[in-house]
């Protein structure tokens, strides 16, 4: 029975996961990693031509190796539904509209054969003239009726033109990110199999949403949702190119359905960059404007990016400035040009980590340039209400995020950049900026006659820690201990909820876990005697209260610190520390929150450093396709990583009070390490990463 | 990956029989190479020998005072050997520098020698090598080419070599133990068992068919010798490298009695500096003196649009790891002690 | 422990080219203690091997060409990268993978706790590497290997081992990668018990 309302609080504990064990033994079972009897194995054929159609496909070599069940090709492949997300609508035409769109699919008894198979299908194509480069003059640039997120792509207020030529401090730059690839560990994978007799679709799936991928392949396979299950219990890491459905699950269960024999599909790590989603190439232009005391009197944001010529998806990467800085003549703008691409998609803090890395380094240009301190520039334009929208702020601590940053780094003792031996070291700080999103969700929590609940949300856990976390509120929230409390999570037969993205699943799913608890303790307070056999049931639906529009501008901050070591002799960059101290409203786990920012702190790091790719314009694809040549940060690379977060009370959020902390980690970290860099050396590099050819061309070739 | 017969030797003979009866046969070791080329495609072997069993794992001090290295000793175990810690720390080094635990575990000395070069092209079915089809063009030469050469390349290929360790053997003056069928062993100097691409990108090294590398001889280091490797590479660990230095020398009299110096990543083969080696021998190593050498070394270099970073580089790395040896050989000045 | 052989559905030959021997061997793979007869498509990785036809999903794979580190297993007690080895050259090899680090009566090793008690992974999928790589890490360690990041002259110390700092434990580790950015707390993890795991319990291959 549920303990007195003073019992120890669940959340703002740090609960270990609670699939912990199962993963660290190997019992943790991801969408691969389910066989059923009679498995086969798809392994799809990549187009080898930038643009153009494919004029025929040759399967014989394929279908003769013993093993082979079929090949799927543009010709014969089951139509499809109308598809949403067109990058969904495979083999359905001939055209091929970038390298590496999906032309067949082999089917084989073994996943050797299936590979083989794959690479004995002939395709031949008609070819046309490609375009694949990305430039600010690009003639097709054009500004796109919203960006991604529904943002409007294009903000003005003021004239901010006429306040950059009165401004006696200008700064006017331009900055440059390349495409990122998300690679989550686990491969994009799904394993389909259609039961005919039960005209049932069951599918296990490497996905950020099982709901989502359920409602895309019922559209597409032209079945109702009640006949498709899709499970996304154990989720190698998204980053979200898992957010949406992708490629492979669709093929999966294109294949189970047409061979009527369960299918497994897991992408070979190279097929990602082409097919799962990048994060678009940014190039920005800043222009600031500021007054001899560090005051900012205009501020211009535009980026350029490019998308595909399959679906139009424009990184918004502008928006982060609509909310930073008090400035009363803005503009941000997107424009984007469709090329013969990849088509680019969500990945971790779209829109604010190559925003903010632009922005938070003209800030750092304009501190330089009044010769002020760059915390001290951000506190002196801190602004009172939102400059975009007017609306006041629900909470905004980055000023106290900066100051309490630069007090545990040590801002102060490392003002002077120092020189040891060969090395240059530097430091460096940026703000950083997430918004706080929150989508509809349901959930059922069950007491059961034991004493035990066990609480339902198709929720799902990419690693955020959610199934540990929805415990903790449903702990909280019925007023017993957390080790009484199950959370399953995962599955389409689990009350419906959003996906994991855009750092909402926490307040999505826990608000409604929250309410149906809540909903379930008042039931039980209400019930005398035993529990009857069954136990006791409650629903929520959070539809009403997540979709109110708030009066409030709610956005999670950051500040983060970097001290990097720049090596003459090498060009080489390294961080040798890194701080950042967040205002997230309540942080739910400290351990598995501490994990998330200091995750997304790595991956700024290999934003900064390491993560390189480019488009080959010959050939249409990403040169650096795979972990070899794709420099996601090792080991050796992350140094010490401090993560705090300061006590943030806002009670215009959710019943947690909490905000969304998967993104915010990365958000600010590489502008911290380029003005650190900055710092270190003198030199300004305006492109990531910060690579030994870059560096070694910045310091000039005389070396140490 | 198309399937394939199996073949466990365990005698050199039996190796080498079962390649000539078997068409399209390719001798395995540790496999971290061949089999990751086996499935892009780039490796069709109809049969695979597998060497591992043959009996060349063991280290034989040699009377010369040298070392012979079997070539299925592990990457691992020659990194970690006490003789090679002590006498050959630049080979210990580049081995350590090169990939990870796990691959260094199982990767051979002889499968480290012939692993090919890790061009994305190459490496890529879709477009034209002609390391992988002699004929087909160099995709590299107008694309993306930051990793490639900038010393000894032709017009039909601009690879790199991607080993560490070969590069360390260069600069030991060790040599390559081969064995065939027919004739027996030979060898080869390390420094000139990989080949520039010439006509021939396909190429990579001077083995015939059926040949197999059987061991690596280092010759004994005379006293006094100091040696050291540097790498430079995009991020900390499990990375190729950019540019990479392999460097012995030894001094008498604070002069150069003996010098060897070897590039990675530079060329279709670790480079040995012969020019450089000349310009220092007998010469006081001053910084000066070693700037003049290494600069004449590379001027031989033609880098491509978007390599010219690594003559920099290869220069930054040859200066400092000279320098630092400058300062730790007996017989110059006094050692610094500052670490490499 | 059941261990659950797959027996292929469909057992036929992969299209032997001609004049060449067969294209599949037998092969009895020791798997955590366990003796599994095999009949195997020469082309099997031993990560495929345990996926699929044994049902160790434990080990993982993300990249299929040794750039990740997530199929590490031991192999003779050193780790290895299991999705470049090929299962048929595997015979007479002692494999030890994810699933075989706890105890028999299932008692968690002191790496697995501590991977939960730092929280040393979030999405889990790179952890069965982390372990294999660390517990093999720790073997190498103790026998005294030095590293990248060793200086010069406790490399060339061969009586004394280097010490595991942190930034030697991640040197170490650095095949191991981890997307979702988990590797101090890792790296803690594995520090925590480096000095209590036991340096060589399980046997090197026997060089011939």
């Not at chain 1, 700080?429 to 034991?450: E, G, I, K, N, Q």
């Not at chain 2, 420094?191 to 059987?214: K, M, N």
């Not at chain 3, 992969?14 to 498509?41: F, I, M, Q």
Request: aromatic fraction near 4%; proline fraction near 8%; glycine fraction near 8%.
């Amino acid at each position: 029975m549920p303990t007195p309302p003073d019992g120890p609080s669940a959340l703002g504990s740090p609960a270990r996961r609670s699939e912990g064990h199962a993963k660290v033994t190997g019992a943790a079972r991801y969408a691969a990693e389910h066989t059923p009897p009679d498995c086969a194995y798809a392994w799809p054929v990549p187009a080898t031509i930038v643009r153009g159609r494919v004029t025929s496909v040759d399967i014989a070599a394929a279908t003769a190796a013993p093993g082979v069940i079929g090949v799927l090709t543009p010709y014969d492949a089951p139509r499809l539904g109308t598809a949403d997300d067109p990058t969904l609508h495979l083999l359905q035409d001939l055209s091929v509209p970038h390298r590496g769109w999906y032309v067949a699919l082999a089917v084989a008894d073994t996943p050797e054969g299936a590979r083989a198979a794959a690479a004995r299908v002939r395709v031949t194509y008609e070819t046309d003239p490609h375009d694949v480069t990305l430039s600010a003059d690009h003639p097709g640039v054009y500004t796109p009726a919203e960006a991604n997120g529904g943002h409007p792509a294009h903000r003005r207020q003021g004239d901010p033109d006429a306040a950059f030529a009165a401004a006696p401090v200008r700064i006017d730059r331009a900055y440059a990110v390349p495409p990122l690839h998300n690679h989550p560990m686990e491969p994009h994978s799904a394993t389909a199999a259609w039961d005919a007799e039960r005209h049932h679709l069951t599918v296990h799936d490497s996905s950020q949403g099982a709901g989502a991928v359920r409602a895309a392949l019922a559209a597409l396979l032209n079945l109702a949702e009640e006949d498709i299950t899709v499970v996304s219990e154990h989720v190698g890491g998204g980053f979200g190119s898992k957010g949406t459905p992708r490629p492979h699950v669709v093929l999966a269960a294109m294949a189970s359905r047409h061979y009527g024999r369960p299918v497994k599909l897991a992408l070979p790590r190279a097929h990602l960059p082409a097919t799962v989603g990048h994060r678009a190439p940014t190039l920005h232009r800043i222009r600031l404007g500021a007054r001899t005391d560090g005051t900012l009197t205009s501020l211009t944001h535009e980026v350029t990016t490019h998308t595909s010529r399959v679906r139009e998806f424009v990184e918004q990467a502008a928006v982060p400035a609509r909310i930073m800085y008090a400035v009363p003549d803005m503009r941000t703008t997107h424009r984007v040009v469709a090329l013969d691409v990849p088509t680019p998609s969500w990945m971790r803090a779209p829109g604010e980590a190559p925003g903010m890395y632009a922005l938070e380094s003209a800030m750092d240009e304009l501190a330089d340039a009044l010769g002020v301190d760059p915390i001290e520039l951000r506190i002196r334009n801190e602004p009172r209400t939102e400059p975009d929208s007017g609306h006041p702020f629900s909470s905004r601590h980055l000023v106290e995020c900066l100051r309490e940053g630069a007090e545990r780094f040590g801002w102060a003792r490392c003002r002077e950049p120092r020189r040891d031996g060969p090395y240059l070291i530097g430091s460096g700080v940026a703000a950083a900026t997430y918004p706080v999103l929150v989508m509809p969700s349901t959930a059922r929590a069950h007491a059961r006659s034991d004493g035990r609940y066990l609480v339902e949300v198709n929720a799902t856990d990419i690693g955020t820690g959610a199934r540990t976390v929805l415990a903790q509120v449903a702990a909280d929230a019925l007023r017993v201990p957390l080790d009484r409390v199950t959370v399953a999570i995962g599955h389409t037969g689990l009350p419906a909820a959003p996906l994991a993205g855009g750092s909402s699943g926490t307040a999505s799913w826990g608000w409604a876990v929250h309410d149906a608890c809540t909903a379930l303790t008042a039931r039980l307070e209400r019930h005398h005697g035993a529990l009857p056999p069954g136990g006791l049931t409650a629903s929520a639906d959070t539809t009403q209260s997540a979709k109110q529009k708030s009066p409030y501008s709610r956005h999670a901050f950051g500040a983060h610190f970097a001290e990097v070591r720049v090596d003459t002799i090498t060009g080489e960059v390294r961080v040798r520390r890194m701080l950042g101290v967040f205002a997230a409203g309540r942080i739910l786990n400290p351990l598995t929150a501490r994990s998330q920012f200091t995750g997304g702190m790595v991956m700024g790091i290999g934003m900064a450093l390491t993560e390189h790719s480019t488009m080959d314009p010959q050939f249409g694809d990403f040169t650096e396709s795979d972990l070899a040549a794709y420099h996601v940060p090792a080991h050796a690379d992350v140094p010490a990583i401090e993560a705090h977060w300061i006590d943030e009370h806002d009670k215009h959020l959710n019943p947690m009070g909490s905000k969304g902390i998967g993104e915010i980690g990365i958000v600010g970290t590489a502008a911290a390490v380029a003005n650190a860099f900055h710092h270190a050396t003198g030199c300004r590099l305006r492109e990531l990463p910060l690579t030994p050819d870059r560096v070694l061309a910045a310091l000039g070739s005389a070396g140490p | 990956m198309e399937p394939f017969a199996y073949v466990r030797a365990t005698s050199i003979q039996e190796a080498t029989e079962a390649y000539a009866s078997h068409p399209g046969a390719r001798y395995i070791g540790g496999g971290t190479n061949l089999v990751d080329l086996m499935k892009h495609g780039v490796e069709t072997p109809a049969t695979l020998i597998d060497l591992t069993r043959l009996p060349l794992h063991d280290f034989q001090e040699l009377p010369t005072g040298g070392l012979r290295v079997g070539a299925c000793v592990s990457n691992t175990d020659l990194a970690v050997h006490p003789l090679v810690r002590t006498r050959y720390p630049v080979l210990s080094q580049a081995l350590l520098a090169g990939a990870s635990g796990q691959l260094r575990n199982v990767a051979t000395v002889g499968g480290n020698l012939l692993q090919r070069t890790r061009c994305p092209y190459f490496q890529d079915v879709s477009k034209p090598c002609n390391k992988r089809q002699p004929g087909a063009g160099c995709a590299a030469r107008d694309g993306l080419h930051r990793d490639h050469a900038v010393l000894g390349h032709s017009a039909h290929c601009i690879a790199t070599h991607p080993s560490d360790m070969a590069v360390a053997l260069a600069a030991l003056d060790a040599e390559i133990e081969l064995h065939d069928g027919e004739h027996g062993t030979r060898r080869v100097a390390a420094a000139d068992f990989h080949r520039l691409p010439g006509d021939h990108p396909d190429q990579d090294t001077v083995i015939r068919p059926g040949e197999i590398v059987t061991a690596v001889l280092l010759p004994p280091l005379a006293p006094g010798a100091v040696s050291l490797y540097r790498k430079a590479r995009d991020r900390a660990s499990y990375a190729f490298a950019l540019a990479s230095v392999a460097a012995v020398l030894r001094l008498d009299d604070r002069r150069v009695r003996h010098v060897a110096l070897a590039f990675g990543g530079l060329a279709h083969r670790p480079w040995r500096a012969a020019t450089a080696e000349e310009h220092l021998t007998g010469a006081v190593p001053t910084d000066d003196a070693v700037g003049e050498a290494v600069d004449a070394e590379l001027a031989a270099a033609r880098p491509l649009r978007d390599n010219a970073f690594k003559v920099d580089l290869a220069r930054n790395l040859a200066r400092d790891v000279l320098a630092t040896l400058a300062r730790s050989a007996p017989g110059g000045a006094a050692p610094t002690g500052r670490r490499p | 422990m059941v261990a659950r052989a797959r027996a292929p559905q469909h057992p036929q030959q992969a299209g032997p080219r001609a004049g060449e021997g067969p294209v599949r061997s037998r092969v009895a793979l020791r798997v955590n203690g366990r003796t599994y007869a095999l009949d195997l498509d020469n082309r099997v990785t031993l990560l495929d091997a345990l996926r699929e036809l044994l049902d160790l999903t434990g080990s993982k794979k993300g990249c299929d060409h040794g750039q990740c580190g997530a199929c590490t297993v031991l192999v003779d007690g050193r780790r290895a990268n299991s999705c470049l080895l090929l299962a048929v050259t595997l015979d007479a090899s002692e494999i030890t993978t994810v699933e075989g680090l706890a105890a028999s009566d299932g008692a968690l090793s002191p790496l697995q706790e501590a991977f939960l008690e730092y929280d040393a992974f979030q999405c889990g999928y790179c952890t069965p590497g982390q372990l294999c790589s660390a517990v093999g890490m720790l073997r190498e360690a103790a026998a005294g290997h030095p590293s990248c990041v060793t200086d010069a002259a406790t490399a060339a110390d061969t009586a004394h081992p280097a010490a595991l700092t942190p930034e030697e434990i991640a040197e170490r580790l650095s095949g191991n990668l981890c997307r979702c950015g988990a590797y101090n707390a890792i790296t803690r993890a594995v520090a925590a018990c480096a000095a209590t795991e036991a340096p060589d319990q399980a046997p090197r291959r026997p060089r011939t």
